[in-house]
């Protein structure tokens, strides 16, 4: 028997469309990216973050983590920033040292697609 091309041109291109439609949306599954809080914004690029009062310092970076300690000309000087990005959302929690309560929730400036 010989295949028609014009029937296996069509399933081939309908395989294509469903594997595109029934496609999960892309999401950041890093740390990485812009943060923002309220009227304060971080951005954290591997080991660099830029704090949110602009100085651009060394850290501890793991995909899912990152920690550093607050600059000298910034408010809490010397005190130590733990963040743990929540797998499965778009949120930081946020804690400084000697901070009473529950972390600070940073979410991403702008949603990664």
């Known amino acids: 028997m010989r295949k028609r091309p014009g029937i296996v041109v069509f399933t081939t291109g309908m395989a294509l469309s469903l594997a595109c439609f029934l496609a999960a949306p892309a999401r950041a599954d890093a740390i ?11 951005t954290i690029d ?4 830029v704090t ?30 733990t963040m743990r990005m929540i797998r499965g959302q778009e949120q930081i929690h946020l804690n400084r040292s000697g901070q009473v309560g529950g972390p600070e ?5 702008k949603p990664v697609s």
């Open 46 to 49: 591997g080991a660099t973050i």
């Open 32 to 42: 990485d990216g812009d943060w923002c809080h309220g009227t304060s914004h971080f």
């Open 105 to 109: 929730v940073w979410t991403r400036c």
């Open 52 to 81: 949110p009062g602009r100085n651009k310092v060394q850290g501890r970076y793991t995909r899912y983590s990152f920690d550093y300690l607050v600059p000298a000309n910034e408010a809490g000087a010397g005190s130590e920033v």
